[in-house]
């Protein structure tokens, strides 16, 4: 997969371009906050049509290929998704000027709902609140949802809160708080006003 780079010096977009190597992963991110197609690659299907998910209900244009040592497990693919992802966000938001900054959202699917409340605040935080009924959806650990969303969290600088209010089954559990997530995105980065929304005058 090619992934496209944003460059600083375009300001038509809210975007960014990042690439992180480790011994252990390599995660390639191109991310625009302002709409666009989404590819995605980490060797991971479900993590893949997660991802996908994200994207296409944040609005978020997303290409990310990610490489890890999944002889070992997914847990260094996921979580490095998660903070390369994050990185990616927090320098396409800029300054966060005129954000709405706050959002939440209710997401079914089946017999789970769940939800998400979040804060562009640049304060990191994360309360994870989904117990897991099956250990694995497919290949995918289903504990390392609260990773990618901690690693996610913590870079993208959000205050980030996510419950599994009721659900039997971890494949709709885990996909409806993606899509929970990609819908508050989609709310919290719309342009809104010029200023900061904060009483301090800065994020």
Do not use: W
């Not at 991971?44 to 490489?67: N, Q, R, S, V």
């Not at 209010?165 to 885990?174: M, S, V």
Request: glycine residues 10%; negative net charge.
């Amino acid at each position: 997969m090619e992934v496209p780079v944003y460059r600083a010096e375009d300001t038509r977009l809210r975007a960014y371009s990042i690439e992180r190597k480790t011994k252990e992963t390599q995660v390639s991110v191109a991310l625009c906050l302002d709409g666009g197609e989404a590819a995605v690659s980490t060797g991971i299907g479900f993590f893949d049509h997660m991802l996908t998910a994200l994207a296409f209900y944040g609005g978020l244009g997303l290409h990310l290929e990610a490489k890890g040592d999944l002889e070992v497990d997914g847990h260094h693919t996921v979580e490095d998704t998660g903070i390369v992802l994050g990185q990616a966000f927090r320098q396409a938001l800029g300054d966060r000027k005129g954000i709405q900054r706050f959002a939440s959202a209710y997401i079914p699917m089946d017999e789970a709902l769940c939800f998400t409340a979040l804060d562009c605040s640049n304060r990191p935080y994360l309360v994870f609140d989904a117990e897991m009924p099956q250990p694995m959806i497919g290949a995918y650990d289903s504990c390392l949802t609260e990773e990618f969303m901690r690693a996610f969290a913590v870079h993208a600088g959000l205050t980030l809160h996510m419950k599994c209010l009721y659900g039997k089954n971890a494949h709709h559990i885990t996909e409806a708080l993606f899509k929970s997530l990609g819908a508050a995105v989609r709310e919290a980065v719309r342009i809104t006003g010029t200023g900061v929304t904060s009483t301090k005058g800065v994020l």
